[in-house]
Nanobody
């Protein structure tokens, strides 16, 4: 089993930045593609970003492209999501997830393990 623990969420004003972290344990992070999703109240879980093994490929959802950056440090077993130019529409619970077999998975069902999430709230 792999455990994923997100951190770094909080309250920030519009235009501000946050960096989320996802610490992995129980499995070797380097063999997994890692993704970030988010879910706002009364909305479905939305794909945010994914990074392939060895950081060779990244892919972003349209709503965050150009503002968010995903990265990974396999030596630290940690994945990051740098979020800039935040808007109230970015308010959501953010989840990280791990996928063992796909390169840049973008669907919920493509992932094998999920964290518990961290709340991000952007005030206007």
């Amino acid at each position: 089993q792999m455990q994923l623990v997100e951190s770094g969420g909080g309250l920030v004003q519009a235009g501000g930045s946050l960096r989320l972290s996802c610490a992995a344990s129980g499995r070797t992070l380097s063999v997994y593609a890692m993704g970030w999703f988010r879910q706002a109240p009364a909305k479905e879980r939305e794909f945010v970003a994914v990074i392939s093994r060895s950081s060779r490929n990244t892919y972003y959802g349209d709503s965050v492209k150009g503002r968010f950056t995903i990265s990974r440090d396999d030596g630290e077993n940690t994945v990051y999501l740098q979020m800039n130019s935040l808007t109230p529409e970015d308010t959501a619970v953010y989840y990280c997830a791990a996928s063992r077999w796909l390169v840049v998975p973008r669907k919920n069902e493509d992932y094998d393990y999920w964290g518990q999430g961290t709340q991000v709230t952007v005030s206007s």
